[in-house]
């Protein structure tokens, strides 16, 4: 079976504030892809990133840092001078080789950024 | 090119009524997910397809949800008779999936059903 835990149900920062998110994940397959999602208070679920249980190497992308570890089974996503624009629920997300083409999602954390 | 089209955006239906919901996949992806979302039960997947075919079902709540896939290019999510209880964000999704894990899921606006 496969599970992904966002511990962090809600989290409140002021802007400019630096802030990171908690994912964590269990599963038995070797390969496998994690993902991250962002769905702003408009509704619609936008992609943010993937990556691939053979590559371990960390990824920015502007004021966003993700950082994998499979020792720790953890795929944290940092944000970086926080922007009111950032609040959104964030979700992580797993898709295994032996999860029949799903992604096991998490349940979300919250992001509220305070001008 | 265009993403995931759900249609229609908004359903305001009465108890007993039929609702069907309609997605466009992206072109080239062959997977599709249809999923509910709520404040209560978080975001639910319904059935997913790959090729057109049903693989699991498992997550359609009970015999008044149906789902279908007649080509690589549209599926229906259809209730018959809607209750109150389903009023939820619907969403369609799609991925491409080549043997191994399933690569991002590409989501559509979501359909915000009310049933009153």
């Known amino acids: 079976a496969q599970k992904v835990t966002q511990a962090q149900t809600e989290i409140s920062v002021v802007e400019k504030e630096d802030v990171t998110l908690d994912c964590v994940y269990e599963?038995?397959?070797?390969?496998?892809?994690l993902f991250w999602y962002k769905q702003p208070p408009s509704g619609e679920l936008v992609f943010l990133i993937r990556?691939?249980?053979?590559?371990?190497q960390n990824e920015i992308s502007g004021r966003y840092s993700w950082n994998f570890q499979k020792s720790t089974s953890s795929f944290n996503f940092t944000i970086t001078a926080s922007q009111v624009v950032d609040s959104a629920v964030y979700f992580c997300?797993?898709?295994?080789?032996?999860?029949?083409?799903?992604?096991?999602f998490g349940d979300g954390t919250t992001l509220t950024v305070k001008p | 090119d265009a993403g995931v089209i759900q249609s229609p955006r908004h359903e305001v239906t009465e108890m007993g009524q039929e609702v069907t919901l309609r997605c466009k996949p992206i072109?080239?992806?062959?997977?599709l997910f249809w999923y509910r979302q709520t404040m209560m039960r978080g975001l639910e997947l319904l059935i997913y397809?790959?090729?057109?075919?049903?693989?699991?079902d498992s997550g359609m709540p009970e015999d008044r949800f149906s789902a279908k896939m007649p080509n690589a290019s549209f599926s229906t999510l259809k209730i018959q008779p809607s209750e109150p209880r389903d009023s939820a964000v619907y969403f369609c999704?799609?991925?491409?999936?080549?043997?191994?894990?399933?690569?991002?899921?590409?989501f559509g606006p979501g359909t915000r059903l009310t049933v009153t």
């Open positions: 599963t038995r397959d070797t390969t496998y892809y």
């Open positions: 999704a799609s991925s491409l999936t080549s043997g191994g894990p399933s690569y991002e899921q590409y």
């Open positions: 997300a797993l898709s295994g080789n032996t999860n029949a083409g799903k992604s096991t």
């Open positions: 072109s080239g992806h062959n997977s």
């Open positions: 397809f790959n090729n057109n075919v049903p693989i699991d």
């Open positions: 990556r691939n249980s053979f590559d371990e």
